[in-house]
């Protein structure tokens, strides 16, 4: 209709109606390209959104996760402290509470943090929806922190491989099935546990003391005073990104 109208507006030199002609379809063109900017700016604000939602979701999981391994940490640190104070005692006086202490503080402590929605952010170039500046300096802060305490976080040390050859593998067996924490995972994908309040391991008195007497001559005093070092080095660690967790997740919400 537009092209009929500009034509006949040319043959008959009707230079007033070209003019309208023209606006008109300036005017068509730039409303197009505006409603074109306003859908692509809404399509942009509701990823953002999505991506907002899934951090939030990420970062809780992060922050449980630490909550509950410093717990956990405190647990096996309790007994590793124990453990060495019986080593540094009367070596008569150890009992069945000493066996349970040297085992206990041989499990492994350690945190993976989850960034899967953060590293797709940043691959997909969609970093950039996350419509605050804040906020954005606030999320990579934590992925960095988390980042450069991973290895912290992770070292297993000495302990608990110089356990396993020193110590009797049916007493191992026997206090596995008694002593150890139980692992699970949440609906968010955070490992949790469940420690055991007491776990008499009721060993037979042979098997006791071959028990003791293989800690004995293991000498694991410095292998559980590194243990002991690197439970601290640990708890630091989970403290500092648990603390950027929350700051993270404090940011996102002033978005809401």
Not at 158 to 169: G, K
Not at 233 to 240: I, N, P
Request: net charge negative.
């Amino acid at each position: 209709m537009i092209l009929a109208n500009l034509a006949k507006a040319l043959r008959t030199q009707n230079w007033f109606a070209v003019l309208v002609e023209f606006l008109i379809v300036i005017a068509g063109v730039v409303i197009g390209f505006q409603i074109t900017a306003w859908n692509a700016d809404r399509a942009e604000r509701e990823i953002g959104r999505e991506y907002v939602v899934r951090l939030q979701g990420e970062l809780e999981a992060n922050r449980d996760q630490l909550e509950y391994n410093i717990a956990y940490a405190d647990w096996v640190r309790g007994h590793t402290i124990a453990a060495l104070d019986a080593l540094r005692g009367d070596p008569a006086g150890l009992d069945e509470d000493f066996i349970v202490d040297a085992y206990i503080a041989g499990h492994g402590i350690g945190v993976r943090v989850q960034a899967d929605t953060f590293d797709e952010l940043l691959s997909t170039g969609a970093f950039q929806t996350i419509p605050d500046a804040d906020v954005r300096q606030s999320l990579v802060r934590f992925y960095r922190i988390a980042e450069n305490s991973e290895s912290f976080m992770i070292d297993v040390g000495q302990y608990q491989s110089a356990l396993r050859r020193a110590m009797p593998y049916d007493v191992i067996t026997r206090l596995r099935a008694v002593c150890s924490a139980v692992f699970e995972v949440d609906e968010q994908g955070s490992t949790i546990f469940n420690i055991p309040d007491t776990c008499p391991p009721d060993l037979s008195s042979q098997e006791f003391d071959e028990a003791i007497q293989s800690l004995l001559a293991a000498d694991l005093v410095p292998e559980l005073r590194e243990s002991l070092a690197l439970i601290e080095v640990k708890t630091v660690a989970f403290l500092r990104v648990g603390s950027a967790a929350a700051d993270a997740l404090a940011a996102l919400e002033r978005l809401e």
